[in-house]
Protein backbone atom coordinates (compact mmCIF):
# COMPACT_ATOMS: atom_id res chain seq x y z
CA UNK A 1 0.00 0.00 0.00
CA UNK A 2 1.29 3.41 -0.85
CA UNK A 3 1.11 5.66 2.16
CA UNK A 4 2.94 8.53 0.58
CA UNK A 5 0.14 11.56 0.36
CA UNK A 6 1.63 12.82 -3.28
CA UNK A 7 2.01 9.91 -5.34
CA UNK A 8 -1.55 8.48 -3.86
CA UNK A 9 -3.01 12.30 -5.40
CA UNK A 10 -1.17 11.40 -8.13
CA UNK A 11 -2.44 8.22 -9.16
CA UNK A 12 -5.73 9.15 -8.08
CA UNK A 13 -5.26 12.04 -10.33
CA UNK A 14 -3.78 9.94 -13.44
CA UNK A 15 -7.13 7.38 -12.77
CA UNK A 16 -9.44 10.71 -13.17
CA UNK A 17 -8.22 11.68 -16.43
CA UNK A 18 -8.07 7.64 -18.02
CA UNK A 19 -11.63 8.46 -17.01
CA UNK A 20 -11.45 11.63 -19.06
CA UNK A 21 -9.83 9.83 -21.73
CA UNK A 22 -13.20 7.28 -21.91
CA UNK A 23 -15.32 10.51 -21.74
CA UNK A 24 -13.59 11.71 -24.93
CA UNK A 25 -13.62 7.97 -26.64
CA UNK A 26 -17.85 8.60 -26.14
CA UNK A 27 -17.72 12.44 -27.69
CA UNK A 28 -15.84 10.81 -30.57
CA UNK A 29 -18.12 8.03 -30.80
CA UNK A 30 -21.26 10.02 -30.64
CA UNK A 31 -20.12 12.35 -33.12
CA UNK A 32 -18.91 10.11 -35.70
CA UNK A 33 -22.48 8.32 -35.79
CA UNK A 34 -23.62 9.16 -39.39
CA UNK A 35 -21.16 11.61 -39.99
CA UNK A 36 -21.34 11.87 -43.93
CA UNK A 37 -24.95 10.79 -43.95
CA UNK A 38 -27.25 13.88 -43.90
CA UNK A 39 -26.28 16.07 -47.29
CA UNK A 40 -24.84 19.36 -46.84
CA UNK A 41 -27.18 22.10 -45.23
CA UNK A 42 -27.12 25.60 -47.06
CA UNK A 43 -25.05 27.62 -43.93
CA UNK A 44 -22.53 24.38 -44.63
CA UNK A 45 -22.68 25.12 -47.82
CA UNK A 46 -21.11 28.55 -47.37
CA UNK A 47 -18.52 27.59 -45.02
CA UNK A 48 -17.22 25.30 -47.71
CA UNK A 49 -17.28 28.33 -50.22
CA UNK A 50 -15.69 30.49 -47.65
CA UNK A 51 -13.32 27.99 -47.00
CA UNK A 52 -12.33 28.40 -51.10
CA UNK A 53 -11.93 32.32 -51.20
CA UNK A 54 -8.62 34.04 -51.04
CA UNK A 55 -7.37 35.01 -47.25
CA UNK A 56 -8.31 39.14 -48.36
CA UNK A 57 -12.09 37.70 -49.22
CA UNK A 58 -11.86 35.13 -46.04
CA UNK A 59 -11.92 38.62 -43.34
CA UNK A 60 -13.83 40.60 -45.82
CA UNK A 61 -16.70 38.60 -46.55
CA UNK A 62 -16.81 37.46 -42.71
CA UNK A 63 -17.34 41.31 -41.66
CA UNK A 64 -20.38 40.99 -44.33
CA UNK A 65 -22.07 37.82 -42.95
CA UNK A 66 -21.98 38.49 -39.50
CA UNK A 67 -19.97 36.27 -38.19
CA UNK A 68 -16.10 36.86 -36.64
CA UNK A 69 -13.36 35.65 -39.18
CA UNK A 70 -11.39 32.89 -36.52
CA UNK A 71 -13.47 30.02 -37.32
CA UNK A 72 -12.96 30.60 -41.25
CA UNK A 73 -9.28 30.82 -40.54
CA UNK A 74 -9.01 27.57 -38.65
CA UNK A 75 -11.85 25.90 -41.29
CA UNK A 76 -9.20 27.59 -44.75
CA UNK A 77 -6.24 25.65 -43.25
CA UNK A 78 -8.24 22.66 -42.91
CA UNK A 79 -9.76 22.17 -46.01
CA UNK A 80 -6.39 22.93 -47.60
CA UNK A 81 -5.21 19.82 -45.98
CA UNK A 82 -8.18 17.70 -46.20
CA UNK A 83 -9.76 18.86 -49.70
CA UNK A 84 -13.32 18.83 -49.69
CA UNK A 85 -16.20 15.90 -49.05
CA UNK A 86 -18.94 15.89 -46.25
CA UNK A 87 -17.19 13.40 -44.06
CA UNK A 88 -13.84 15.39 -43.91
CA UNK A 89 -15.37 19.15 -43.95
CA UNK A 90 -17.46 18.02 -40.58
CA UNK A 91 -15.07 16.13 -39.44
CA UNK A 92 -13.28 19.19 -38.06
CA UNK A 93 -16.76 19.86 -36.10
CA UNK A 94 -15.70 16.39 -34.27
CA UNK A 95 -12.40 17.24 -33.50
CA UNK A 96 -13.59 20.67 -31.29
CA UNK A 97 -16.86 18.12 -29.57
CA UNK A 98 -13.63 15.95 -28.06
CA UNK A 99 -11.74 19.22 -27.14
CA UNK A 100 -14.66 20.40 -25.68
CA UNK A 101 -14.48 17.20 -23.02
CA UNK A 102 -11.06 17.78 -21.56
CA UNK A 103 -11.93 21.88 -21.60
CA UNK A 104 -15.14 21.19 -19.79
CA UNK A 105 -12.73 18.69 -17.26
CA UNK A 106 -10.47 21.22 -16.48
CA UNK A 107 -13.19 24.44 -16.38
CA UNK A 108 -15.12 22.96 -14.07
CA UNK A 109 -12.43 21.65 -11.63
CA UNK A 110 -11.21 24.90 -11.21
CA UNK A 111 -14.90 26.19 -10.48
CA UNK A 112 -15.82 22.82 -8.00
CA UNK A 113 -14.11 19.42 -7.28
CA UNK A 114 -12.78 16.61 -9.38
CA UNK A 115 -16.00 14.68 -8.55
CA UNK A 116 -18.32 17.24 -10.52
CA UNK A 117 -15.38 17.49 -13.14
CA UNK A 118 -15.44 14.52 -13.89
CA UNK A 119 -18.84 14.05 -14.15
CA UNK A 120 -19.17 17.27 -16.33
CA UNK A 121 -17.11 16.02 -18.69
CA UNK A 122 -19.53 13.11 -19.14
CA UNK A 123 -22.39 15.07 -19.49
CA UNK A 124 -20.52 17.65 -22.13
CA UNK A 125 -19.59 14.40 -24.04
CA UNK A 126 -23.51 13.55 -24.40
CA UNK A 127 -25.61 16.84 -24.01
CA UNK A 128 -27.16 16.22 -27.25
CA UNK A 129 -27.33 20.39 -28.24
CA UNK A 130 -23.42 20.05 -28.63
CA UNK A 131 -24.12 16.54 -29.94
CA UNK A 132 -25.98 18.07 -32.73
CA UNK A 133 -23.69 20.77 -33.58
CA UNK A 134 -20.61 18.18 -32.96
CA UNK A 135 -21.34 17.67 -36.60
CA UNK A 136 -22.33 20.52 -38.49
CA UNK A 137 -19.41 22.53 -40.44
CA UNK A 138 -19.83 25.72 -38.67
CA UNK A 139 -17.94 27.35 -36.00
CA UNK A 140 -20.51 26.70 -33.52
CA UNK A 141 -18.61 23.76 -32.15
CA UNK A 142 -15.46 25.80 -31.50
CA UNK A 143 -17.54 28.12 -29.32
CA UNK A 144 -17.87 25.99 -26.36
CA UNK A 145 -13.99 25.64 -26.76
CA UNK A 146 -13.22 29.00 -26.57
CA UNK A 147 -15.91 29.81 -23.81
CA UNK A 148 -14.93 27.14 -21.83
CA UNK A 149 -10.79 27.82 -22.41
CA UNK A 150 -12.10 31.35 -21.02
CA UNK A 151 -13.45 29.93 -18.48
CA UNK A 152 -10.64 27.69 -17.01
CA UNK A 153 -8.06 30.94 -17.69
CA UNK A 154 -10.01 33.31 -15.51
CA UNK A 155 -11.49 30.80 -12.87
CA UNK A 156 -7.22 29.95 -12.05
CA UNK A 157 -6.44 33.60 -13.23
CA UNK A 158 -8.42 34.90 -9.66
CA UNK A 159 -7.76 31.83 -7.90
CA UNK A 160 -3.71 33.16 -8.34
CA UNK A 161 -3.12 36.44 -9.90
CA UNK A 162 -0.13 37.20 -11.84
CA UNK A 163 0.16 39.11 -14.55
CA UNK A 164 0.59 36.71 -17.03
CA UNK A 165 -2.44 34.76 -15.97
CA UNK A 166 -4.59 37.81 -16.47
CA UNK A 167 -3.57 38.39 -19.73
CA UNK A 168 -3.76 35.19 -20.65
CA UNK A 169 -7.21 34.89 -19.36
CA UNK A 170 -8.21 37.83 -22.02
CA UNK A 171 -6.95 36.10 -24.77
CA UNK A 172 -8.77 33.21 -24.10
CA UNK A 173 -11.97 35.40 -23.76
CA UNK A 174 -10.66 37.21 -27.02
CA UNK A 175 -10.80 33.77 -29.02
CA UNK A 176 -14.32 32.86 -28.26
CA UNK A 177 -15.39 36.53 -29.13
CA UNK A 178 -13.65 35.89 -32.32
CA UNK A 179 -15.26 32.48 -32.89
CA UNK A 180 -19.20 33.68 -32.85
CA UNK A 181 -20.67 37.59 -31.35
CA UNK A 182 -22.95 35.45 -29.28
CA UNK A 183 -20.21 34.20 -27.10
CA UNK A 184 -20.46 37.22 -25.06
CA UNK A 185 -23.64 36.16 -23.08
CA UNK A 186 -21.73 33.18 -21.44
CA UNK A 187 -18.38 35.39 -21.15
CA UNK A 188 -20.50 38.53 -19.03
CA UNK A 189 -21.94 35.45 -17.20
CA UNK A 190 -18.94 34.08 -16.54
CA UNK A 191 -16.70 37.41 -15.67
CA UNK A 192 -20.17 38.53 -12.90
CA UNK A 193 -19.54 35.74 -11.53
CA UNK A 194 -15.74 36.05 -10.71
CA UNK A 195 -16.79 39.35 -9.82
CA UNK A 196 -19.26 38.10 -7.15
CA UNK A 197 -17.66 35.24 -5.97
CA UNK A 198 -14.02 36.82 -5.70
CA UNK A 199 -13.88 40.60 -5.65
CA UNK A 200 -10.65 40.91 -4.74
CA UNK A 201 -9.74 39.66 -7.73
CA UNK A 202 -11.09 42.88 -9.51
CA UNK A 203 -7.76 43.88 -10.54
CA UNK A 204 -6.95 40.58 -12.45
CA UNK A 205 -10.43 40.56 -13.81
CA UNK A 206 -10.34 44.08 -15.12
CA UNK A 207 -6.73 43.09 -16.80
CA UNK A 208 -8.34 40.06 -18.49
CA UNK A 209 -11.91 42.30 -20.05
CA UNK A 210 -8.90 45.10 -20.46
CA UNK A 211 -7.35 42.76 -22.83
CA UNK A 212 -10.00 41.20 -24.39
CA UNK A 213 -11.40 44.74 -25.45
CA UNK A 214 -8.17 45.31 -26.76
CA UNK A 215 -7.50 42.51 -28.96
CA UNK A 216 -11.57 42.29 -30.15
CA UNK A 217 -11.78 46.21 -30.57
CA UNK A 218 -9.89 45.71 -34.17
CA UNK A 219 -12.72 43.72 -35.60
CA UNK A 220 -15.93 45.37 -34.01
CA UNK A 221 -14.27 48.76 -35.64
CA UNK A 222 -13.89 46.28 -39.01
CA UNK A 223 -17.06 45.16 -39.09
CA UNK A 224 -18.92 48.39 -37.28
CA UNK A 225 -20.89 48.39 -40.78
CA UNK A 226 -22.14 44.87 -40.61
CA UNK A 227 -23.17 45.27 -36.30
CA UNK A 228 -24.62 48.29 -36.64
CA UNK A 229 -27.03 47.85 -39.29
CA UNK A 230 -27.85 44.36 -37.78
CA UNK A 231 -28.63 46.09 -34.45
CA UNK A 232 -31.92 47.75 -34.62
CA UNK A 233 -34.07 47.03 -31.60
CA UNK A 234 -37.53 48.66 -31.50
CA UNK A 235 -39.50 50.04 -29.25
CA UNK A 236 -38.56 49.25 -25.50
CA UNK A 237 -41.98 48.25 -24.26
CA UNK A 238 -42.46 46.08 -27.52
CA UNK A 239 -38.97 44.26 -27.31
CA UNK A 240 -39.43 42.87 -23.86
CA UNK A 241 -42.81 41.65 -25.04
CA UNK A 242 -40.83 40.01 -28.09
CA UNK A 243 -38.48 38.71 -26.09
CA UNK A 244 -40.58 37.01 -23.46
CA UNK A 245 -42.18 35.40 -26.11
CA UNK A 246 -38.73 33.79 -27.15
CA UNK A 247 -37.72 32.45 -23.49
CA UNK A 248 -39.85 29.04 -23.99
CA UNK A 249 -38.28 28.04 -27.36
CA UNK A 250 -34.92 29.55 -25.96
CA UNK A 251 -35.20 27.01 -23.02
CA UNK A 252 -36.80 24.39 -25.04
CA UNK A 253 -34.07 24.15 -27.48
CA UNK A 254 -31.08 24.61 -24.91
CA UNK A 255 -32.13 21.60 -23.38
CA UNK A 256 -32.71 20.53 -27.12
CA UNK A 257 -36.47 18.43 -26.42
CA UNK A 258 -37.22 17.70 -29.96
CA UNK A 259 -38.85 14.69 -29.86
CA UNK A 260 -39.44 14.42 -26.42
CA UNK A 261 -41.36 18.02 -25.57
CA UNK A 262 -41.74 20.07 -22.53
CA UNK A 263 -41.29 16.69 -20.61
CA UNK A 264 -37.23 16.73 -21.33
CA UNK A 265 -37.34 20.20 -20.34
CA UNK A 266 -39.34 19.16 -16.81
CA UNK A 267 -36.42 16.36 -16.27
CA UNK A 268 -33.71 18.20 -16.61
CA UNK A 269 -35.18 21.16 -14.16
CA UNK A 270 -36.63 18.40 -11.90
CA UNK A 271 -32.92 16.67 -11.54
CA UNK A 272 -31.88 20.04 -10.67
CA UNK A 273 -34.16 20.98 -8.29
CA UNK A 274 -33.77 17.61 -6.24
CA UNK A 275 -30.32 18.73 -6.62
CA UNK A 276 -30.46 21.89 -4.56
CA UNK A 277 -33.19 19.91 -2.07
CA UNK A 278 -30.31 17.23 -0.96
CA UNK A 279 -27.34 19.75 -0.78
CA UNK A 280 -27.18 22.16 2.53
CA UNK A 281 -28.30 25.64 1.66
CA UNK A 282 -24.52 26.83 2.15
CA UNK A 283 -23.35 25.10 -1.07
CA UNK A 284 -25.66 26.55 -3.39
CA UNK A 285 -23.48 29.02 -4.19
CA UNK A 286 -21.38 26.43 -6.79
CA UNK A 287 -25.06 26.43 -9.13
CA UNK A 288 -24.28 30.51 -9.32
CA UNK A 289 -22.27 29.74 -12.36
CA UNK A 290 -24.04 27.63 -14.30
CA UNK A 291 -27.05 29.75 -13.53
CA UNK A 292 -25.51 32.43 -14.71
CA UNK A 293 -24.09 31.01 -17.72
CA UNK A 294 -28.29 29.90 -18.88
CA UNK A 295 -29.77 33.04 -17.76
CA UNK A 296 -27.92 35.98 -19.53
CA UNK A 297 -27.56 33.94 -22.96
CA UNK A 298 -31.09 33.01 -22.50
CA UNK A 299 -32.00 36.43 -22.10
CA UNK A 300 -29.20 38.11 -24.18
CA UNK A 301 -30.02 35.43 -27.03
CA UNK A 302 -34.04 36.11 -26.82
CA UNK A 303 -33.51 40.17 -26.75
CA UNK A 304 -30.85 39.94 -29.56
CA UNK A 305 -32.90 37.64 -31.70
CA UNK A 306 -36.51 40.16 -31.66
CA UNK A 307 -33.98 42.58 -32.77
CA UNK A 308 -32.98 41.27 -35.88
CA UNK A 309 -36.22 39.11 -36.21
CA UNK A 310 -34.27 35.98 -36.35
CA UNK A 311 -33.97 33.15 -34.19
CA UNK A 312 -31.78 29.79 -34.03
CA UNK A 313 -31.49 27.56 -31.33
CA UNK A 314 -27.43 27.32 -32.74
CA UNK A 315 -27.03 30.45 -30.96
CA UNK A 316 -27.29 28.22 -27.10
CA UNK A 317 -24.56 26.51 -28.45
CA UNK A 318 -22.00 28.81 -26.48
CA UNK A 319 -24.19 28.52 -23.43
CA UNK A 320 -24.94 24.84 -23.49
CA UNK A 321 -21.55 23.90 -21.40
CA UNK A 322 -23.15 25.56 -18.49
CA UNK A 323 -26.70 23.62 -18.50
CA UNK A 324 -23.31 20.50 -18.41
CA UNK A 325 -22.67 22.36 -15.17
CA UNK A 326 -25.66 22.50 -13.49
CA UNK A 327 -26.28 18.45 -14.32
CA UNK A 328 -23.09 17.84 -13.31
CA UNK A 329 -23.38 19.76 -9.93
CA UNK A 330 -27.18 18.36 -9.60
CA UNK A 331 -25.52 14.56 -10.09
CA UNK A 332 -22.49 15.27 -7.80
CA UNK A 333 -24.43 16.02 -5.15
CA UNK A 334 -27.21 13.12 -5.56
CA UNK A 335 -24.01 10.78 -6.26
CA UNK A 336 -22.48 12.01 -2.58
CA UNK A 337 -25.93 11.26 -0.84
CA UNK A 338 -26.59 7.67 -2.56
CA UNK A 339 -25.18 5.56 -5.83
CA UNK A 340 -28.61 4.45 -6.03
CA UNK A 341 -29.86 8.30 -6.35
CA UNK A 342 -27.17 8.71 -9.06
CA UNK A 343 -27.45 5.83 -11.07
CA UNK A 344 -31.51 6.49 -10.97
CA UNK A 345 -31.04 9.82 -12.24
CA UNK A 346 -28.77 9.46 -15.19
CA UNK A 347 -30.81 6.40 -16.03
CA UNK A 348 -33.69 8.98 -16.10
CA UNK A 349 -31.73 11.40 -18.52
CA UNK A 350 -30.62 8.68 -20.54
CA UNK A 351 -34.18 7.36 -21.29
CA UNK A 352 -35.36 11.25 -21.74
CA UNK A 353 -32.95 11.78 -24.36
CA UNK A 354 -32.05 8.39 -26.01
CA UNK A 355 -35.58 9.02 -28.56
CA UNK A 356 -33.66 11.83 -29.81
CA UNK A 357 -31.51 10.04 -31.35
CA UNK A 358 -32.80 10.77 -34.90
CA UNK A 359 -33.79 14.04 -34.39
CA UNK A 360 -29.44 14.75 -33.46
CA UNK A 361 -28.42 12.83 -36.33
CA UNK A 362 -31.27 14.09 -38.75
CA UNK A 363 -30.12 17.68 -38.83
CA UNK A 364 -33.18 19.47 -39.55
CA UNK A 365 -33.34 22.26 -36.99
CA UNK A 366 -31.92 24.59 -40.11
CA UNK A 367 -33.93 22.82 -42.43
CA UNK A 368 -36.82 24.33 -43.79
CA UNK A 369 -38.15 23.05 -47.47
CA UNK A 370 -36.65 19.90 -49.30
CA UNK A 371 -33.02 20.63 -51.30
CA UNK A 372 -31.00 18.76 -53.47
CA UNK A 373 -27.31 20.54 -52.65
CA UNK A 374 -26.52 18.48 -55.71
CA UNK A 375 -28.85 20.23 -58.19
CA UNK A 376 -26.59 22.82 -59.50
CA UNK A 377 -24.32 20.54 -60.44
CA UNK A 378 -25.81 17.90 -62.14
CA UNK A 379 -27.54 20.84 -64.22
CA UNK A 380 -24.42 22.65 -64.92
CA UNK A 381 -22.09 19.84 -65.48
CA UNK A 382 -23.45 18.91 -69.09
CA UNK A 383 -23.30 22.36 -70.41
CA UNK A 384 -19.97 23.00 -69.24
CA UNK A 385 -16.55 23.82 -70.89
CA UNK A 386 -12.86 24.04 -70.13
CA UNK A 387 -12.33 27.78 -69.05
CA UNK A 388 -15.67 28.67 -68.05
CA UNK A 389 -16.10 30.04 -64.60
CA UNK A 390 -19.68 30.08 -62.99
CA UNK A 391 -20.91 33.13 -60.73
CA UNK A 392 -22.90 32.62 -57.69
CA UNK A 393 -25.25 34.49 -55.98
CA UNK A 394 -24.80 33.23 -52.73
CA UNK A 395 -22.03 31.13 -51.45
CA UNK A 396 -24.27 28.25 -49.93
CA UNK A 397 -24.59 27.03 -53.03
CA UNK A 398 -21.40 27.61 -54.25
CA UNK A 399 -20.13 25.39 -51.48
CA UNK A 400 -22.87 22.78 -52.70
CA UNK A 401 -21.17 23.33 -56.41
CA UNK A 402 -17.31 22.99 -55.22
CA UNK A 403 -18.30 19.77 -52.97
CA UNK A 404 -20.71 17.94 -55.96
CA UNK A 405 -17.52 18.90 -58.48
CA UNK A 406 -14.67 17.43 -56.56
CA UNK A 407 -12.68 19.68 -58.49
CA UNK A 408 -13.60 18.88 -61.73
CA UNK A 409 -15.26 21.37 -63.64
CA UNK A 410 -15.18 25.07 -64.31
CA UNK A 411 -14.52 26.72 -61.24
CA UNK A 412 -16.50 29.36 -59.63
CA UNK A 413 -16.82 32.86 -58.36
CA UNK A 414 -18.99 35.03 -56.87
CA UNK A 415 -21.89 38.00 -57.29
CA UNK A 416 -23.56 37.95 -54.24
CA UNK A 417 -27.09 39.39 -54.60
CA UNK A 418 -28.76 37.33 -52.10
CA UNK A 419 -29.02 36.89 -47.87
CA UNK A 420 -27.05 37.59 -46.23
CA UNK A 421 -24.88 39.82 -48.42
CA UNK A 422 -26.10 41.86 -51.25
CA UNK A 423 -22.97 43.53 -52.73
CA UNK A 424 -22.97 47.14 -54.24
CA UNK A 425 -23.59 46.02 -58.13
CA UNK A 426 -19.76 48.58 -58.68
CA UNK A 427 -17.91 45.55 -56.52
CA UNK A 428 -20.31 42.79 -58.60
CA UNK A 429 -19.24 44.73 -61.94
CA UNK A 430 -15.38 45.05 -61.21
CA UNK A 431 -15.12 41.60 -60.72
CA UNK A 432 -17.01 40.68 -63.41
CA UNK A 433 -14.78 42.63 -66.02
CA UNK A 434 -11.97 40.82 -64.59
CA UNK A 435 -13.29 37.65 -65.56
CA UNK A 436 -14.81 38.51 -68.83
CA UNK A 437 -11.14 39.30 -70.08
CA UNK A 438 -10.23 35.58 -69.27
CA UNK A 439 -13.08 33.45 -69.94
CA UNK A 440 -14.43 33.11 -72.54
CA UNK A 441 -18.13 31.71 -71.25
CA UNK A 442 -19.58 32.67 -67.96
CA UNK A 443 -22.41 31.58 -66.48
CA UNK A 444 -24.50 32.62 -63.70
CA UNK A 445 -26.38 31.01 -60.87
CA UNK A 446 -28.98 32.90 -60.01
CA UNK A 447 -31.07 31.59 -56.17
CA UNK A 448 -34.58 32.73 -56.68
CA UNK A 449 -34.12 33.74 -60.15
CA UNK A 450 -34.68 37.62 -60.96
CA UNK A 451 -36.11 38.17 -57.39
CA UNK A 452 -34.17 41.71 -55.27
CA UNK A 453 -31.15 42.94 -56.22
CA UNK A 454 -30.81 39.68 -58.48
CA UNK A 455 -32.88 41.58 -60.72
CA UNK A 456 -30.28 44.50 -60.84
CA UNK A 457 -27.54 42.31 -61.73
CA UNK A 458 -29.85 40.62 -64.11
CA UNK A 459 -30.37 43.98 -65.83
CA UNK A 460 -26.55 45.15 -65.74
CA UNK A 461 -25.73 41.83 -67.53
CA UNK A 462 -28.58 41.98 -70.39
CA UNK A 463 -26.80 45.29 -70.88
CA UNK A 464 -23.23 44.57 -71.02
CA UNK A 465 -21.60 44.93 -74.34
CA UNK A 466 -19.31 42.21 -74.09
CA UNK A 467 -21.58 39.47 -72.76
CA UNK A 468 -23.36 37.83 -75.35
CA UNK A 469 -26.64 35.55 -74.12
CA UNK A 470 -25.80 31.53 -74.67
CA UNK A 471 -28.51 30.75 -72.29
CA UNK A 472 -31.20 30.60 -70.26
CA UNK A 473 -33.41 27.95 -67.94
CA UNK A 474 -34.37 26.79 -64.56
CA UNK A 475 -33.12 24.50 -62.18
CA UNK A 476 -35.76 24.29 -59.46
CA UNK A 477 -36.03 27.79 -57.91
CA UNK A 478 -32.36 29.25 -59.69
CA UNK A 479 -32.37 30.76 -62.69
CA UNK A 480 -29.12 30.20 -64.68
CA UNK A 481 -27.70 32.21 -67.30
CA UNK A 482 -24.75 31.58 -69.63
CA UNK A 483 -22.72 34.17 -71.78
CA UNK A 484 -19.88 33.75 -74.18
CA UNK A 485 -17.15 36.72 -74.23
CA UNK A 486 -15.62 37.32 -76.82
CA UNK A 487 -11.88 37.11 -76.34
CA UNK A 488 -11.04 39.37 -79.40
CA UNK A 489 -12.84 41.66 -81.67
CA UNK A 490 -15.56 41.12 -84.50
CA UNK A 491 -15.52 41.41 -88.18
CA UNK A 492 -18.25 42.84 -90.05
CA UNK A 493 -20.28 40.55 -92.23
CA UNK A 494 -21.34 42.11 -96.04
CA UNK A 495 -24.60 40.64 -95.81
CA UNK A 496 -27.58 42.88 -95.12
CA UNK A 497 -31.67 41.50 -95.67
CA UNK A 498 -34.74 42.98 -94.74
CA UNK A 499 -37.92 40.70 -94.40
CA UNK A 500 -40.11 40.17 -97.31
CA UNK A 501 -43.34 42.06 -96.14
CA UNK A 502 -40.87 45.23 -95.22
CA UNK A 503 -41.33 44.67 -91.94
CA UNK A 504 -38.04 44.24 -90.03
CA UNK A 505 -34.48 44.84 -91.50
CA UNK A 506 -31.02 43.61 -90.76
CA UNK A 507 -28.89 46.49 -91.58
CA UNK A 508 -25.11 45.25 -90.06
CA UNK A 509 -23.94 41.89 -88.52
CA UNK A 510 -20.28 41.03 -86.86
CA UNK A 511 -19.32 37.69 -85.59
CA UNK A 512 -16.94 35.78 -84.32
CA UNK A 513 -14.18 35.09 -86.77
CA UNK A 514 -12.70 32.38 -84.52
CA UNK A 515 -14.22 30.40 -81.82
CA UNK A 516 -13.53 27.80 -79.26
CA UNK A 517 -16.40 26.62 -76.96
CA UNK A 518 -18.36 29.71 -78.18
CA UNK A 519 -19.12 31.79 -81.10
CA UNK A 520 -20.66 35.68 -80.51
CA UNK A 521 -22.80 37.42 -83.03
CA UNK A 522 -24.06 40.88 -83.28
CA UNK A 523 -26.92 42.10 -84.91
CA UNK A 524 -27.90 45.37 -86.09
CA UNK A 525 -32.27 45.77 -86.68
CA UNK A 526 -34.57 48.23 -87.40
CA UNK A 527 -37.90 47.95 -87.43
CA UNK A 528 -40.00 49.46 -90.02
CA UNK A 529 -43.96 48.06 -88.87
CA UNK A 530 -44.24 46.32 -85.68
CA UNK A 531 -45.28 42.59 -86.23
CA UNK A 532 -48.93 41.67 -85.36
CA UNK A 533 -47.48 38.53 -83.64
CA UNK A 534 -44.40 37.65 -81.28
CA UNK A 535 -41.03 37.06 -83.16
CA UNK A 536 -38.19 35.29 -82.48
CA UNK A 537 -34.37 35.42 -83.35
CA UNK A 538 -32.45 32.04 -84.77
CA UNK A 539 -28.80 32.12 -85.47
CA UNK A 540 -27.57 28.65 -86.18
CA UNK A 541 -23.94 27.61 -86.96
CA UNK A 542 -24.14 24.41 -89.51
CA UNK A 543 -21.36 22.07 -90.55
CA UNK A 544 -19.93 22.07 -93.77
CA UNK A 545 -22.22 18.95 -94.58
CA UNK A 546 -24.99 20.58 -93.80
CA UNK A 547 -25.74 19.24 -90.10
CA UNK A 548 -26.93 22.00 -87.18
CA UNK A 549 -23.66 22.06 -84.74
CA UNK A 550 -25.03 24.63 -82.16
CA UNK A 551 -27.52 26.95 -81.61
CA UNK A 552 -29.15 30.04 -80.11
CA UNK A 553 -32.68 31.28 -79.88
CA UNK A 554 -34.07 34.29 -78.23
CA UNK A 555 -36.70 36.70 -78.92
CA UNK A 556 -36.47 39.69 -80.94
CA UNK A 557 -35.99 42.37 -78.58
CA UNK A 558 -38.77 44.42 -76.88
CA UNK A 559 -36.80 47.43 -77.10
CA UNK A 560 -36.56 47.49 -80.69
CA UNK A 561 -39.81 46.17 -81.46
CA UNK A 562 -41.13 49.41 -79.11
CA UNK A 563 -39.32 51.91 -81.02
CA UNK A 564 -40.28 51.56 -84.98
CA UNK A 565 -37.39 54.02 -86.84
CA UNK A 566 -34.99 53.62 -83.90
CA UNK A 567 -31.60 51.07 -84.88
CA UNK A 568 -30.71 48.68 -81.63
CA UNK A 569 -28.18 45.76 -81.66
CA UNK A 570 -28.99 42.65 -80.66
CA UNK A 571 -26.87 39.92 -79.51
CA UNK A 572 -26.35 36.21 -79.39
CA UNK A 573 -23.64 34.02 -77.57
CA UNK A 574 -24.17 30.14 -79.42
CA UNK A 575 -21.97 27.44 -77.26
CA UNK A 576 -20.38 24.99 -79.08
CA UNK A 577 -20.15 21.59 -78.12
CA UNK A 578 -16.78 20.16 -77.36
CA UNK A 579 -16.42 17.67 -80.81
CA UNK A 580 -17.02 20.68 -83.05
CA UNK A 581 -15.08 21.59 -85.94
CA UNK A 582 -14.59 24.06 -88.39
CA UNK A 583 -15.30 25.86 -90.33
CA UNK A 584 -19.07 26.50 -89.09
CA UNK A 585 -21.24 28.71 -91.35
CA UNK A 586 -23.28 31.44 -89.79
CA UNK A 587 -27.19 31.38 -90.46
CA UNK A 588 -29.44 33.89 -88.96
CA UNK A 589 -33.71 34.03 -89.40
CA UNK A 590 -36.62 35.09 -87.61
CA UNK A 591 -39.62 32.92 -86.97
CA UNK A 592 -43.04 33.19 -85.33
CA UNK A 593 -43.21 32.50 -81.74
CA UNK A 594 -46.76 31.21 -82.28
CA UNK A 595 -46.15 28.87 -85.03
CA UNK A 596 -42.72 27.98 -85.45
CA UNK A 597 -42.87 29.48 -89.22
CA UNK A 598 -40.01 30.89 -90.38
CA UNK A 599 -40.48 34.32 -92.02
CA UNK A 600 -39.14 34.82 -95.35
CA UNK A 601 -36.29 37.24 -96.51
CA UNK A 602 -36.74 39.33 -99.59
CA UNK A 603 -34.38 37.15 -101.39
CA UNK A 604 -37.16 34.63 -100.88
CA UNK A 605 -35.07 32.68 -98.56
CA UNK A 606 -35.70 31.72 -94.54
CA UNK A 607 -32.48 32.74 -93.48
CA UNK A 608 -29.80 34.80 -94.18
CA UNK A 609 -25.80 33.59 -94.37
CA UNK A 610 -23.83 35.79 -92.62
CA UNK A 611 -20.14 33.96 -93.24
CA UNK A 612 -18.08 31.40 -91.43
CA UNK A 613 -16.67 30.83 -88.41
CA UNK A 614 -13.39 29.16 -87.23
CA UNK A 615 -13.12 26.73 -84.60
CA UNK A 616 -9.93 26.50 -82.16
CA UNK A 617 -8.82 22.79 -81.28
Not at 64 to 91: C, D, M
Not at 149 to 166: H, N, P, S
Not at 245 to 257: D, H, N, R, T, W
Not at 486 to 498: F, H, K, M, T
Request: with cysteine; net charge positive; proline share 7%.
Amino acid sequence: MDFNPFTGRRRASGHLWLLVAGACLGAFALRMVQLATPVLRWDEGWTVAHGTLPWPEVIRIAALEWHPPLFYILYKLWQSLVGVNTFAVRYLAVLAGVLTVPLTYGAAKAWSDRWVALIAAFCNAALPLLVYYGQVNRMYAWTPVGVLLATWALLGATKKATWARGMGAGFATAVALYLLYYTVWPLLALYLYVLLTRPRAWQTILLAAGTALLLFAPWLAYASGTIQSRIQPGPLAQSLKNMAELIGPSVFGLVFAYGRGWAAVGVVGGLILVGLAVTPWRRWSYLLLPALGIIIPVIGVSYGAQAVRFFAVRHFVPAAPFLGLALAWALGQLGRRSGWLLALAVGGLLVTFWPVRSDVYAKMLEVVDPFDPTADWRYLSPLLRSGDLVFFNNLAKAGWYEESRKVQGAPWSYALTWEPIVEPLPVIAERVETAIARHPRLWFVLYKGTIGANNGLRAWLSAHPMLYPMWEGWAGDTLVLGYVTPQGPLVESPVRGRLADGSIELTCARLTPEAGSGAAVELDWLVHTRPDRPVKVFVHLMSEDGRLVAQHDAAFLETCLASPGTPCTDRHGVGLPADAVGPLTVRVGLYSEETGERLRWDTGGEFLILGQVGVKE
